[in-house]
């Protein structure tokens, strides 16, 4: 999957009546290689679960496209689209949500394939059981309610949900997030094995940089609307380039008791979308900003191999 220059603003009513535009995705260029997971990183507000929508047709961009193996998502007839929504699929972020409570997780699996009218009901039911299985959980309990179970239990029917349909592409937002430390990794090492098995391709969005760690091969860091930076994970962590990439890695809680915490090197909160800094949207929070910085956008390079970052440090 390639997103070019992918916009989506969405219109808010101001003082007086007069809509502004919520930039939640402001000219992002990024490309998902088959088989691997590209994990997509930033603080709550930035536009990752947006942009993770926008790649499976639950929003239509502003401006920009979204290609699929070089075919555009946007512009397709009715046959084609049925097509796509097979191919590329979504784990959302809150099972409680994301489920129906009135209906039976059995029937929530098997929808997709009623829909798209695949198999007979005796075919769907056996492939809810091979599914319920794959995700760890007893065929039985395909005649149970979401309220029956466990978070842990209702994020793998979710899961299930996702895959029923054998797709290709899963964008997987905050798959994790609300579920116990022990269960996220019960769960971050279910998504790896289907993965292998299934061959499939992952975007992992998520605000945790431990557990992108985890799971991805390359990872992408998404601020205000826009990529930062953009490499393979051990680049990545082992040598960030661009300043907001430092502090989010600073922040993160290391496992030693001896190690005394980074200091804090972010100050303020993350301007609003609706009116983004000018120059480098992170210049009012960089403390390496220059006079530079608030007038000129700075361009897209490759500063190592296969390590990009947009920055004036790196001219």
Not at 116 to 139: C, F, K, M, Q, Y
Not at 168 to 195: H, K, R
Request: net charge positive; aromatic share 6%.
């Amino acid at each position: 999957m390639e997103f070019k220059n992918v916009r989506k603003y969405f219109p808010v009513k101001g003082r007086g009546g007069a809509d502004a535009l919520l930039k939640a995705v402001d000219g992002v260029s990024l490309g998902v290689q088959r088989g691997e997971t590209l994990g997509l990183v930033g603080e709550s507000g930035c536009g990752k679960s947006t942009l993770g929508r926008l790649a499976v047709r639950l929003y239509q961009p502003t401006a920009g496209e979204v290609l699929i193996e070089g075919h555009s998502i946007l512009h397709a007839d009715r046959a084609s689209a049925r097509d796509f929504s097979r191919k590329v699929q979504m784990i959302f972020q809150d099972p409680y949500s994301s489920l129906d409570p009135r209906q039976k997780i059995g029937a929530a699996i098997a929808e997709g394939l009623h829909i798209h009218g695949l198999g007979t009901r005796a075919s769907r039911r056996a492939r809810v059981t091979e599914i319920l299985d794959w995700v760890g959980l007893n065929p039985e309990f395909a005649n149970r309610y979401p309220h029956q179970f466990s978070g842990g239990q209702r994020q793998r029917v979710a899961i299930a949900r996702a895959l029923v349909l054998s797709p290709e592409f899963v964008v997987c937002d905050e798959p994790v997030s609300a579920l116990d430390v022990s269960i996220q990794a019960q769960v971050l090492n279910l998504l790896q094995e289907l993965q292998e098995r299934l061959a499939l391709t992952y975007l992992f969005i998520s605000h945790d940089l431990s557990v992108v760690s985890h799971v991805s091969d390359r990872v992408a860091v998404m601020y205000l609307g826009a990529i930062v930076e953009c490499a393979p994970r051990s680049g990545l962590y082992g040598h960030p380039l661009h300043p907001y990439t430092q502090a989010l890695l600073a922040a993160v809680p290391a496992p030693d008791p001896d190690r005394r915490p980074v200091a804090a090197q972010l100050s303020g909160d993350l301007p609003s979308p609706i009116a983004p800094p000018s120059g480098c949207r992170f210049h009012p929070r960089c403390p390496k900003c220059f006079e530079k910085c608030p007038v000129v956008p700075p361009a897209w390079r490759e500063v190592e191999p296969n390590h990009f970052v947009s920055c004036h440090l790196y001219p």
